[in-house]
């Protein structure tokens, strides 16, 4: 399966915060980063702390890609 994350990597830009901000406000690891940067999943805990300090449901963060499209 293949995730999307340029909800979240646009809501980023949006609100003036860079990926290692984010990694320092959710305690996210790099590899964790990396897995979304490869669009790979992530625990739904790690998309729970995103949400929170983002201020916004999963939904807004994430998209799933169907493989061969």
Request: with cysteine; aromatic share 6%.
């Amino acid at each position: 399966m293949v995730y999307s994350y340029n909800k979240l990597w646009k809501l980023l830009i949006d609100k003036n915060m860079m990926k290692k901000d984010l990694m320092e406000k959710t305690k996210i690891t790099s590899s964790t980063m990396a897995k979304m940067g490869r669009g790979e999943a992530v625990s739904l805990d790690v998309l729970g702390r995103i949400c929170v300090v983002m201020e916004c449901n999963i939904g807004d963060l994430i998209d799933f890609v169907k493989e061969g499209k």
